[in-house]
């Protein structure tokens, strides 16, 4: 399978390094909106210009791209998707319904397939918590995010004018996690189950009561949410926030019997040591099921609950039967 990257940040990198680990899969290139001479890969991949895409159509099973919820992604999919088999990783829960329509329509009219949100929230957690709530319909779900640090939130800081550079940390309140895990199946407002922290790096002037306040009210990302903004230099932020951890819990406490006499409890958990690497595994899994998609003929656009397990894994259908069945 031949697979390209579109945009090399964290994500793009991550990817890179997830394909060497995938022998059935080539790396035909990056393709980058910056000057292809100034950006150097983890392993010699050649860099192309990301104007000049079009040109290796011929030449691409699978467009990786690795862009930004906020303002990338949006755009980029449903524009790539007419003319490649794509798959992103969109994280913005709330307008996930509209970036499918759209690119779902983008990648018909191409006649490609279009894989979208794919990650592990959304992603692997979205499935946990389809198939607990299917197990269990009598019952509630929860999901608890970090501590780590999330990458889509952080990209939305640094598009504010004036910020050089950020890091967001999702924090589970520990109360409300072990009041679920207790099986009492609390209600819980957003603001009960996360806090947010922001550390901030601004240009010299900028004016910081405006960039906290725009932080703190951004809809889909912080205005639900007990959010803090500490502003710090760049030295401070490299020194004690260069990492990219991240994980979190998927929960789902229900009762099953006469009754509901039983209550279960289901728990889905991970924890990272680089949230970009493992998202980017997980993109580079699912892209061989895009590619084996549209070698049956399948068009439009997709998301993790569309895809067979078997469709992700490199084994035979009898290999895995025999060896994880």
Known sequence: MNIAIYGYGNLGRGVECAIRQNP??????VFTRRDPATVTTLFETPVYAAADILNYKDQIDVLIICGGSATDLPN?????????????????????????????KAATAGGHVALISCGWDPGMFSLNRLYASAILPEGK?????GRGVSQGHSDAIR???????ARQ????IEESLEAVRSGSMPTLTTRQKHLRECYVVVADGADKTAIEQQIKTMPNYFADYDTTVTFITQEELNRDHGGIPHGGFVIRTGTTGVDNAHTHTIEYSLKLDSNPEFTASVLVAYA?????????GTVGCKTVFDIAPADLSPLSPDELRATML
């Open 24 to 29: 059935d899969m080539a790396l035909v290139g």
């Open 76 to 104: 980029m999919t449903p524009t790539l998707a007419e003319h490649f088999n794509v798959i992103d990783s969109y994280d913005t829960h709330a307008t996930i319904p509209a970036h499918f329509a759209n690119t779902d």
């Open 141 to 145: 779900d929860y999901t608890f995010w």
């Open 159 to 165: 598009r504010i004018p004036g910020v050089i550079d």
């Open 169 to 172: 940390y999702t924090v589970p």
């Open 288 to 296: 061989r099921a895009v590619c084996r998609l549209a070698k049956r």
